[in-house]
Structure formats: C-alpha cells, structure tokens
C-alpha cells in the first residue's frame, strides 16, 4: 500500500479506533442530538421555520466539523512529536510531503466521518420542509473546503510550533475569527469591515452560500464566487500545511 | 565502512553544536558513543540518520549521503531512539505489521510473531500498546528497528528499563546480530557496563567533539588505564608477579593488583596460578573504561 495511504489509514484508526477519538465524536454527537431536539420543539411550536432550522444545523455542522478539524490537526504532528511516534515515522523511507498528505487524508476522513455522523441530524430537522437535498449537498460542497482548510491550518501550525497546546490554542483562536459571523449582529455584518470580511472570510462564504440556497432558494450558479473562496482558502491551507512540514526541524 | 565521518560541524541557530567529530563502523562492529549529557551524541545521531544536514565535514553512512539519498539509507537502517514512542491504540503485532508495511515490506508480515519472540515479547499478547511497561516498549522498539533487517542499527539507551534479565536477552540479541549477520551497532549509552560486554570500539565525544575514537582494547592500552582487581590469596605467595600485573597494595590476604588495559584478565589468573599462586576469590574494582571515561571528559557536562 501506497505510504500516502497507510498514514491516512494509521489517522483514521487514531480517530475510530482510539479512547480519544471516540470521545471527541461523542461528544459532537451529543451536542448535535441537543441541538436538533431543541430546532425540532422550536419548529413544532413554530417559532422557527424548517428552512431556518435547516439552516442553523448546516451552519452548526460546520463549525463543528471546524472545531474537530484543529483539534486533528493540532496533534498531527506536535502530537506525535510530544508522544515520541514522530522519530519513528521520520526514520522510515516515507518523504515529508507523503507525510502530510497522509496526515491530510486523515483529515479527510475524520471530515467524513464529522459529516455521516451529521446526516441524521439534518434529516431530523429537515425532512418535513422542500430543501433535505440542497442542504445535504451544498454540505459537502462548501462545508468540505471550509473544513478541511482548518484541519489544514491546525496540521501547518502543529509543524511549526512544535507542542499542541500552543498549536491548538492558535488554531482555535483562528476558528473563533473565521466563525465570528455567526456572533455578529446583523448591523455590524452591513457596516463597511464587515462586508469584506464576509467577502473573504471562507466560513462567511459558507453560512451565506447555506442561507442563500436553503432560505432564499437561489441556484448554485449564484454561489460561484463564494465557492472560489472556499477553495482558495483550502488550497492556501494545504499548501500552508506542506510547506510547514517539509520545512519543519525534528 | 557502514560509517565514516571527519570533521562533522553542525550549527544550529548561530551556534556551534558539533565542532569536530570522527567516528568510524565497520560490518559486525559495536561502536559505543560515549560522552556527558548535552555533549553532541544525539545531535550526532541525527546527522547519520539524516534527520538534519550537517554543516561542514564529511558524512557517509552505508556508503550513502545521508543528505541526497535519505530514503536508499532509511530503508537500510534501523533507529531506537532514547524516548522511542508508538501509536497507543494499536497492539505490538498491528503495529508492527503496519511498520512493515511502510518500509514496504508487507511479504515480511509472517515474521512478525518470530520477531516479537526475538526480543522476548509474547506474540499472543493483543493488548494494547498503552498497557506495556517501559521495558516492554524497549523491546517493542528494538523489534521496530529491526523490521527491515538492517545493516546498521543505531541504538539509544536501548536498555533502559530494562531488568537483569532483559538487559542480558537484549545484549545477547545484539550480539547474535552482530557476530551472526553482520550488522554495524552504533550505540549510545551511559551504561558503561554494556559497553565493556558490548561493544570493540569506542568514541567519546564532549563539548561537539571527538575526544577519543577507537578499539577498546587499543585505547586502553595507550592510554594506561589499569584495570584494578581484588584477590583473595591462601598460603604463601612467590613475589615475582607476571608481566602485565602490577602489584598495587595488599593487605593481609587481600591482594590489590593492576592489569595492563591490553591484557586479557583469563591470561593473566592462568599465569598467576601457574606461578603458584592460590586465587581463591576475584573481585573486579575498577579501572579500566570507567577511570578513562572520567578522565577524558573531565570538566564536567558540556555546555550545549
């Protein structure tokens, strides 16, 4: 089997295999569980339109899938490192760079893994309203990018700064910043810093991408640009991450 | 040679950790490196696995650049590092098959269990990684290191932890490889103890530099360091002493003599004993690498 695989392989196991990992998707899953009960008895009492309770879990989703994301990629390598299972890996006839691709492949699964787990829930809210697909596609495909590019970043941070705590504390402090939006008060989103900072902010081109589709029913063509953002903030994070690795000392 | 270096430098952030370092390995060879804590060893280990490009000097190691051909040497070499870790999760059998799989070598998984029973781990055991004792996890990474059958093993500290028993299996598998199969050892200790049962030749190295480097026996030998027994002798004794021993005191029936470090100890008790002698105890009380080692690093722990 390929190196690229077998790290990836080694990555998923970590998340599905060991104590730690099964916790984190626990606790994500009872937060998820919380969160859906309290939309749904909102929708009964119809407080809360489906499309607008589709909308908050998609958005949910994704910061979670954010917040697992750094907590994966903060311990790649400085987590490895601290654990004394770098040394080992460096040893081995694998490159850097197949390193981190497989670091990011597990990524790739842990976001999987984030998004089948998630599955349920937006079908639990989502089944009686008109938008269950777009919300299940639209997911994958602006939530996927946004993702990943914090599991990214948590991986380049994790080579650079060499110990978990300060990679995780900075990555989660980015996290906060992207995901900001969803804190922010309609006013403040329409003032002049606020709307490039939705503009460029690859979490900001998700939820509004979300709101766009699910509440407002606009066609995916409408999304072209704040797709391009997530992508580019997914390719400069994983260029980011690649760097940060081959460049990294033991 | 499975390694050569002269005059290795290495800089880090400005400064000078290795200034001068020369070591030499040849097939079936257990070089001991030796030296203070903050001396350079492990610096010095990292530069023949390649995982830093040394500044100056000239580094081959199995005939390869380290630098250019890292991959051609990481698949030659096998490492156990001082705080060696794995992936807690996994048992020693899925890891190491996962290992082999790496080196690209998963025809070899069959091996696994003969392995593990090699370094005195029990094959059957699928306990998790996380439940073994520190000794257990030594072994575990002397099974990891030599998953690709290598030419030269680098070893550091791969006894700590270790009972009496364990040291001596460990020692004894070290011993098969080298005088069996021919494999290089590099190995890095504070034991001493494991260097005299271990190791031909020596390197000392302080402050980034090579301060001695080469066979036990001849360095011993140069440098004067007596080796320092204790015997217990009954009845009268002739007064002439063979050539090699030197008498040091004595008292009562306690004879202090010295042994040249050249001298093979099981000549000189045969020569003793045939000059009439009538040893009935031995007791070995220093000297030797020990008062060399302390000697030559005199000063204290390095500065880096």
Redo the contacts between chains.
Sequence with gaps: ?N?IA??AR?EA??LL???RGLAWLLALAVIMSVLSLLLVSNTELSLLDNAQVVYMVMGTVTALGGLLAVVLGSDTIAG?RE?????????????PSQIVFGKMGGQVVGWSVMYLLSLPYVWAVGSSGQNLVQSVVYLALLGTPVVLGFGFLGIALSARLRNVRSALLTSLIMLMLMTSPLLLGPSLRQSTIGKWFDALNPFSAAVNTFDSVVIDSQPLGMQTTRLVVALIWLAAMAALAVRSVRKM?? | MLIEIRGLKLNLGGSPILRNVNLALEKGQILGLLGPNGAGKSTTI?VI?A??APTAGNVRVLGLDPVAET??L??R?G?L?E????????NASSYLQ??A????L?ARKAEIPALLHRVGLDARNQGAIATYSRGMRQRLGLA?ALINRPELLILDEPTNGLDPRGRREIHDVLLNLSAQHGVGILLCTHLLDDVERLCTRIGIIAHGETLLEGSIADILSTQGAAVRYRLRVAGDQPSTLPNGVTLLARAGEWWHVGLGGSGDPANAWRSLIDAGWRIEEIHREGGGLEDLYMSVTEGGEASI
């Design positions: 089997m190196p077998l790290i080694k196991g970590e295999l060991s104590t490895e654990r004394g299972s770098l040394l080992p890996l460096l040893l081995a006839p694998v490159t000392e033991i | 990292s696995t995982l830093r991959l051609q990481h698949r070499i490492a590092a705080d060696s870790g794995f992936y807690d999760w996994m996962w290992m799989s790496l080196y690209g998963g990891r």
